[in-house]
């Protein structure tokens, strides 16, 4: 009862939030809604970009999903952790990181040059596809992989015992995992990138590369047009929204049945093996290389950066802290069916549309300048909030399900259960949420852009201000400084939540 | 003494009717799985709430009470300590729910450890000790809790035979020296016969007795054809 009594508090606190900025982009945009050739221009780039990158990761990441879980190699757990680093890298790290690679004067380009083909541009759709590709290659492999590896260990056992060809053997095991997991994937990746904005800004932009995001932020920001920003805004939450509602008529709950004992056996050709090894170094060479680039380029100019580097880095931090702490407070408040409902909302609301809300609220009181700080820390903090939720929910529900009648027993409740039971079981997923929140908040490249200023910069901006004044070496070095902040300060709050 | 005033307790389909006066002692409750044995004790506990009735304990009613709030302890079949606390503070969290355990609280909680014969494990884990010491360290929070009523809800039934015997003694003698009623649903009717108690049986979505447990246990008794 009580714990519902902070589910309906917390949720009505998240709603008036999400619901604030929104009600004011309506009231700015005048309920009326012209829309420009280049609005709808960005509206089809949008879509276009998503569905490519959607596509892209969903099918490249079958094969690779296939051949890990076909072998096993030394290692290969290892192998499966660095599918996650792509999930914490700040997006302007990787972007940063893809340039160096696949760039004009990148490794591909020069092999490209050397073969005489044209050279990869990654200005523009492509680029814009690529660096998706990049960021949810590995949240497809690690969904399909997991799918695969939950077919109980006995369909395996009688499927090779029928000696059947490839392809027979492809319908009867994968086929039926496929078919399940893959639309939801889409789905997914679908959503995620049709709200991407840093990805846009870095390597999209002009008429024919600008996302719905980009539009509204180069309204707000350049053309000072706030009613066009308001407008966008609004089709932006529209387009996110109706594709979070499609999704769920395409994600299908996961139904595993089967004692699951383990087959290590598949006793593949040597021709399957090659393949398989081959297409996990390459998957590997692609998720390792934009990252490893960063730390070979970025180590030489880390210590002799400007402190105006170390300033936006000190901000970052403070920013990260306070953007975590909200973000796991929140979600231990919603840990229920209908938390995680309104916790989620905030993906439909992008960081982009929720800052120009913001923005717009706050010029009517003050200088929204100066509330720079903890507007990006709470809109950070909404931003991971879904993923929060998500890893605090089961838990929490276990504890509230195993130990509910003992602790009415014993009449434990309210604070000293808080304190005795729920905080003390849930310190492990509290540590890596808090890791996650501040992980991802210190490497946001989203509201900052709209509240930041010269003088008020988080490190992503920073880099991106670097980037733009073609100061290569220290956005470089201030890259790998940002992924070692990010890396890091997961590091330290999941180590915390183990320790303690 | 416990009155229950024409109860019924409903659960989806199943329906349990309970109307009896259990005087004070040890009292085991038997019937087969899914009779109703452990809804008749939640129902006392305040943990399953009733459709229709009353229940006393002595003259006061106590169904629309909380648990907490109710002259009753249980231990269930499992989950009767906290997995993640010692011993310790599983058992301080009845001395005051304070956020640490005092000096005072923890001499308390030794004192108890003691009469169950656990004292040395004051701080170990659940996990670091056996079934059967677990089941004393809940006894040990029931006598910290001075109800005058303890429920035990088969908590000793993954125990090996001398263990459970052993507990069974444990908790008859307890409850003797605190003067604690007790009601403790069994299975076995072995479990009935090794202490002089009375019993209720639970059959046919009734609670039936108390009985004599020579009289529950006879051939042509409530238990026939369970026996």
Same mark, same amino acid.
């Given at each position: 009862?009580?714990?519902?009594?902070?589910?309906?508090?917390?949720?009505?606190?998240?709603?008036?939030?999400?619901?604030?900025?929104?009600?004011?982009?309506?009231?700015?945009?005048?309920?009326?809604?012209?829309?420009?050739?280049?609005?709808?221009?960005?509206?089809?780039?949008?879509?276009?970009?998503?569905?490519?990158?959607?596509?892209?990761?969903?099918?490249?990441?079958?094969?690779?999903?296939?051949?890990?879980?076909?072998?096993?190699?030394?290692?290969?757990?290892?192998?499966?952790?660095?599918?996650?680093?792509?999930?914490?890298?700040?997006?302007?790290?990787?972007?940063?990181?893809?340039?160096?690679?696949? =760039?004009?004067?990148?490794?591909?380009?020069?092999?490209?040059?050397?073969?005489?083909?044209?050279?990869?541009?990654?200005?523009?759709?492509?680029?814009?596809?690529?660096?998706?590709?990049?960021?949810?290659?590995?949240?497809?492999?690690?969904?399909?992989?997991?799918?695969?590896?939950?077919?109980? =260990?006995?369909?395996?056992?009688?499927?090779?015992?029928?000696?059947?060809?490839?392809?027979?053997?492809?319908?009867?095991?994968?086929?039926?995992?496929?078919?399940?997991?893959?639309?939801?994937?889409?789905?997914?990746?679908?959503?995620?990138?049709?709200?991407? !904005?840093?990805?846009?800004?870095?390597?999209?932009?002009?008429?024919?590369?600008?996302?719905?995001?980009?539009?509204?932020?180069?309204?707000?920001?350049?053309?000072?047009?706030?009613?066009?920003?308001?407008?966008?805004?609004?089709? #932006?939450?529209?387009?996110?929204?109706?594709?979070?509602?499609?999704?769920?008529?395409?994600?299908?709950?996961?139904?595993?049945?089967?004692?699951?004992?383990?087959?290590?056996?598949?006793?593949?050709?040597?021709?399957?093996?090659?393949?398989?090894?081959?297409?996990?170094?390459?998957?590997?060479?692609?998720?390792?290389?934009?990252?490893?680039?960063?730390?070979?380029?970025?180590?030489?100019?880390? !210590?002799?950066?400007?402190?105006?580097?170390?300033?936006?880095?000190?901000?970052?931090? #403070?920013?990260?802290?306070?953007?975590?702490?909200?973000?796991?407070?929140?979600?231990?408040?919603?840990?229920?069916?209908?938390?995680?409902?309104?916790?989620?909302?905030?993906?439909?609301?992008?960081?982009?549309?929720?800052?120009?809300?913001?923005?717009?609220?706050?010029?009517?009181? =003050?200088?929204?300048?100066?509330?720079?700080?903890?507007?990006?820390?709470?809109?950070?903090?909404?931003?991971?909030?879904?993923?929060?939720?998500?890893?605090?929910?089961?838990?929490?529900?276990?504890?509230?399900?195993?130990f509910?009648?003992l602790s009415?027993a014993i009449g434990l409740?309210?604070?000293y259960?808080?304190w005795w039971v729920?905080?003390r079981r849930?310190?492990?997923?509290?540590?890596?949420?808090?890791?996650?929140?501040?992980?991802?908040?210190?490497?946001?490249?989203?509201?900052?852009?709209? !509240?930041?200023?010269?003088?008020?910069?988080?490190?992503?901006?920073?880099?991106? #201000?670097?980037?733009?004044?073609?100061?290569?070496?220290?956005?470089?070095?201030?890259?790998?400084?940002?992924?070692?902040?990010?890396?890091?300060?997961?590091?330290?709050?999941?180590?915390?939540?183990?320790?303690l | 003494?416990?009155?229950?005033?024409?109860?019924?307790?409903?659960?989806?389909?199943?329906?349990?009717?309970?109307?009896?006066?259990?005087?004070?002692?040890?009292?085991?409750?038997?019937?087969?799985?899914?009779?109703?044995?452990?809804?008749?004790?939640?129902?006392?506990?305040?943990?399953?709430?009733?459709?229709?009735?009353?229940?006393?304990?002595?003259?006061?009613?106590?169904?629309?009470?909380?648990?907490?709030?109710?002259?009753?302890s249980?231990i269930f #079949?499992d989950f009767n300590l906290f997995p993640h606390l010692s011993i310790a503070e599983n058992l301080n969290l009845v001395c005051g729910n304070k956020f640490f355990v005092s000096k005072a609280a923890r001499k308390k909680i030794q004192k108890v450890l003691e009469k169950v014969g656990i004292a040395e494990l004051i701080d170990r884990l659940p996990s670091e000790m056996s079934g059967g010491q677990q089941s004393r360290a809940a006894l040990a929070r029931v006598l910290l809790q001075r109800?005058?009523?303890l429920?035990?809800?088969?908590p000793f039934?993954?125990l090996?035979?001398?263990q459970?015997?052993e507990l069974?003694?444990l908790v008859?003698s307890l409850?003797?020296e605190q003067?604690?009623?007790?009601?403790?649903?069994?299975?076995?009717?072995?479990?009935?016969?090794?202490?002089?108690?009375?019993?209720?049986?639970?059959?046919?979505?009734?609670?039936?007795?108390?009985?004599?447990?020579?009289?529950?246990?006879?051939?042509?008794?409530?238990?026939?054809?369970?026996?």
């Amino acid at each position: 009862m009580a714990h519902r009594t902070v589910t309906v508090i917390s949720s009505l606190f998240l709603v008036g939030l999400l619901l604030g900025p929104l009600m004011f982009l309506i009231h700015f945009s005048g309920l009326s809604l012209n829309l420009t050739s280049s609005d709808m221009a960005a509206i089809e780039f949008t879509f276009v970009q998503a569905a490519y990158s959607a596509t892209l990761s969903t099918v490249l990441a079958i094969p690779v999903a296939k051949a890990l879980q076909r072998q096993n190699f030394w290692g290969k757990q290892l192998v499966v952790l660095f599918l996650g680093a792509p999930f914490i890298l700040p997006v302007i790290v990787a972007v940063l990181g893809l340039i160096l690679v696949f =760039g004009n004067n990148g490794v591909i380009n020069n092999i490209l040059n050397f073969f005489g083909f044209e050279p990869f541009k990654i200005y523009g759709l492509w680029g814009v596809v690529l660096a998706h590709v990049f960021f949810n290659l590995p949240l497809a492999i690690r969904i399909i992989l997991q799918g695969l590896n939950d077919v109980p =260990g006995e369909q395996y056992r009688l499927i090779l015992s029928l000696k059947l060809s490839l392809s027979q053997k492809f319908f009867a095991l994968d086929w039926p995992v496929l078919k399940k997991v893959c639309p939801s994937i889409w789905a997914v990746v679908f959503a995620i990138c049709l709200s991407s !904005f840093a990805v846009a800004l870095t390597l999209g932009g002009g008429p024919k590369a600008t996302t719905v995001e980009l539009a509204i932020y180069q309204s707000f920001f350049y053309d000072l047009d706030f009613a066009k920003a308001a407008q966008l805004a609004l089709v #932006q939450v529209f387009l996110v929204f109706s594709v979070v509602v499609a999704s769920q008529f395409i994600i299908r709950p996961e139904t595993v049945l089967g004692l699951n004992i383990k087959i290590f056996n598949y006793s593949h050709s040597r021709f399957e093996k090659i393949l398989d090894f081959l297409i996990i170094v390459v998957t590997l060479l692609f998720i390792l290389t934009p990252i490893s680039v960063i730390f070979f380029f970025g180590s030489a100019g880390i !210590f002799s950066l400007p402190p105006s580097v170390f300033k936006a880095a000190i901000l970052s931090v #403070q920013i990260a802290l306070l953007s975590s702490f909200m973000s796991v407070f929140l979600g231990l408040c919603l840990t229920t069916k209908i938390g995680e409902v309104v916790g989620s909302l905030g993906i439909a609301v992008s960081p982009i549309v929720m800052g120009a809300g913001t923005f717009l609220m706050l010029k009517n009181f =003050g200088n929204p300048y100066l509330l720079a700080i903890p507007v990006t820390a709470t809109v950070n903090a909404l931003i991971s909030l879904p993923f929060v939720i998500r890893i605090l929910k089961p838990p929490a529900e276990e504890i509230r399900t195993e130990f509910d009648n003992l602790s009415r027993a014993i009449g434990l409740a309210g604070i000293y259960w808080i304190w005795w039971v729920y905080l003390r079981r849930l310190k492990r997923p509290i540590g890596f949420s808090l890791g996650l929140a501040a992980a991802l908040s210190m490497g946001d490249l989203g509201v900052i852009v709209l !509240f930041g200023s010269g003088e008020i910069a988080t490190l992503p901006l920073k880099i991106y #201000q670097l980037m733009g004044s073609y100061r290569s070496e220290e956005a470089l070095a201030s890259a790998l400084l940002l992924s070692l902040l990010a890396f890091g300060s997961f590091a330290v709050f999941d180590r915390i939540g183990r320790m303690l | 003494m416990i009155r229950f005033d024409n109860v019924i307790i409903n659960i989806g389909d199943f329906q349990l009717t309970v109307n009896m006066t259990v005087q004070k002692g040890f009292v085991t409750v038997i019937g087969h799985s899914g009779a109703g044995k452990s809804t008749l004790l939640l129902s006392l506990s305040g943990h399953q709430d009733l459709a229709s009735g009353k229940i006393f304990v002595d003259q006061n009613r106590i169904d629309l009470l909380p648990p907490n709030q109710r002259p009753c302890s249980v231990i269930f #079949q499992d989950f009767n300590l906290f997995p993640h606390l010692s011993i310790a503070e599983n058992l301080n969290l009845v001395c005051g729910n304070k956020f640490f355990v005092s000096k005072a609280a923890r001499k308390k909680i030794q004192k108890v450890l003691e009469k169950v014969g656990i004292a040395e494990l004051i701080d170990r884990l659940p996990s670091e000790m056996s079934g059967g010491q677990q089941s004393r360290a809940a006894l040990a929070r029931v006598l910290l809790q001075r109800n005058p009523i303890l429920l035990l809800d088969e908590p000793f039934s993954a125990l090996g035979p001398n263990q459970k015997s052993e507990l069974i003694e444990l908790v008859y003698s307890l409850s003797k020296e605190q003067d604690i009623t007790v009601l403790l649903i069994t299975h076995d009717p072995k479990d009935a016969k090794q202490i002089p108690c009375h019993c209720i049986v639970v059959k046919d979505k009734k609670a039936l007795g108390p009985f004599e447990t020579s009289e529950a246990l006879s051939e042509d008794g409530p238990l026939k054809g369970y026996l």
